[in-house]
């Protein structure tokens, strides 16, 4: 297996050994910290990108400005990947990972949730006055010593997603005055900071089930469970400028939810990928550029092409097909979209990669992804 990366590198993140504005091309990066065969999960932020592997161990690369990387280092930029050590999550494997503009978050496998990176606008659930920058994981526990599911990160705000399907957001996001008559917002306090607690008025009818955090939104996925068990239905809150805040009921169920800065997208049980929000890059990967598209509509995707993950930049998109084919989209200023050129894409293109692709990941204008060695020519 081999490790690739493309995009913008002004802080190092796509740990080639030196800083630059633009990779328009996949790269093969030679040093890194982890065995690509093991690498389960890839997350990227606004300059820094982190890798789970199946151990449970973390590693880190790119910006540091504010500690997001979790090394107990003030040094600005780590330009190949760093293990984050295990000591400063009680030697527990982590679960999952979050990433976020320049924060960073993970679950371990016994529920303890863990933050790292800025604080400026109390997203850590910790006061700001104590704690404006942690550089080294930290333990938070939620109110009533709630269990974390999921972590989602945006610009200035962090969400939890707890086993009993609540949601608790800390930090900077704007929701509106009249909420979906269906759940219950409330504010309280975390550790002297404020914090939103968002859970649904009849637990017996409605759950929460999935969270994907925007730049200043948030989208949840919830189950009606009058109708069955499966999640057709996501629920918005947030800045609505370019229509990305808009809720929708599906027709079949949602299998993942995806965001990026200002558009969003869900991909149904029967593969097909509707996207709507801001589209002035191409980003919705319609065939063409508008200035927004406030309903779901499908991504212009060839039929014989079956998505296996969606991943989202701040303003590009990536899917891995189920065959290990990796189409990108959107914004490309930085050779995010990794077809050697900068001009935006307002579809769904291939990227030439030596061999199949098994795990992939964006940051916010940069792409990674793990693939086979390219089968040995036959003399």
């Given at each position: 297996m081999s490790v690739y990366a493309w995009g913008a590198n002004s802080h190092g993140q796509l740990s080639l050994g030196y800083e630059s504005e633009l990779c328009m091309t996949p790269q093969i990066v030679r040093d890194y910290s982890f065995n690509p065969t093991s690498v389960r999960r890839i997350r990227g932020g606004g300059g820094h990108v982190l890798v789970l592997d199946t151990n449970g161990r973390i590693h880190a690369c790119g910006w540091n400005g504010r500690g997001q990387l979790g090394l107990d280092s003030r040094e600005e930029c780590f330009n190949t990947f760093q293990i984050i050590p295990g000591e400063y999550f009680g030697d527990v494997p982590v679960a999952s990972i979050a990433c976020g503009w320049d924060i960073s978050g993970c679950i371990t496998v016994t529920k303890k949730l863990y933050v790292w990176g800025s604080n400026c606008f109390q997203q850590l659930g910790l006061c700001q006055r104590e704690f404006?920058?942690?550089?080294?994981?930290?333990?938070?526990?939620?109110?009533?010593?709630?269990?974390?599911?999921?972590?989602?990160?945006?610009?200035?705000?962090?969400?939890?997603?707890?086993?009993?399907?609540?949601?608790?957001?800390?930090?900077?996001?704007?929701?509106?005055?009249?909420?979906?008559?269906?759940?219950?917002?409330?504010?309280?306090?975390?550790?002297?900071?404020?914090?939103?607690?968002?859970?649904?008025?009849?637990?017996?009818?409605?759950?929460?089930?999935?969270?994907?955090?925007?730049?200043?939104?948030?989208?949840?996925?919830?189950?009606?469970?009058?109708?069955?068990?499966?999640?057709?239905?996501?629920?918005?809150?947030?800045?609505?400028?370019?229509?990305?805040?808009?809720?929708?009921?599906?027709?079949?169920?949602?299998?993942?939810?995806?965001?990026?800065?200002?558009h969003n997208a869900v991909m149904l049980r029967d593969n097909r990928i509707l996207t709507w929000g801001r589209n002035c890059y191409g980003q919705l990967g319609m065939g063409s550029v508008t200035q927004n598209q406030a309903t779901p509509q499908e991504l212009d995707l060839r039929s014989s092409i079956v998505p296996a993950h969606v991943h989202f930049g701040s303003e590009h998109g990536l899917i891995r097909s189920t065959d290990g084919e990796v189409y990108t989209w959107g914004w490309n200023e930085h050779g995010n979209c990794g077809n050697d050129a900068t001009d935006n894409l307002c579809a769904p293109t291939r990227v030439q990669l030596p061999g199949p692709c098994r795990i992939a990941g964006t940051g916010a204008g940069f792409c990674y992804a793990i693939c086979e060695e390219p089968a040995a020519a036959v003399s």
């Open positions: 404006n920058a942690v550089r080294r994981p930290l333990p938070v526990i939620l109110p009533r010593n709630d269990k974390p599911a999921r972590i989602s990160f945006g610009l200035r705000h962090c969400a939890i997603l707890t086993e009993d399907h609540k949601v608790y957001i800390f930090g900077r996001l704007r929701i509106s005055d009249e909420p979906p008559s269906d759940l219950c917002i409330t504010a309280t306090t975390l550790n002297c900071a404020p914090v939103i607690k968002i859970h649904a008025n009849e637990p017996t009818e409605v759950r929460i089930t999935g969270i994907s955090s925007g730049q200043n939104h948030i989208l949840i996925k919830v189950v009606d469970l009058q109708y069955g068990d499966s999640a057709k239905r996501v629920i918005a809150l947030g800045d609505n400028k370019f229509g990305q805040a808009n809720a929708f009921q599906f027709e079949e169920e949602i299998k993942q939810i995806v965001t990026g800065w200002t």
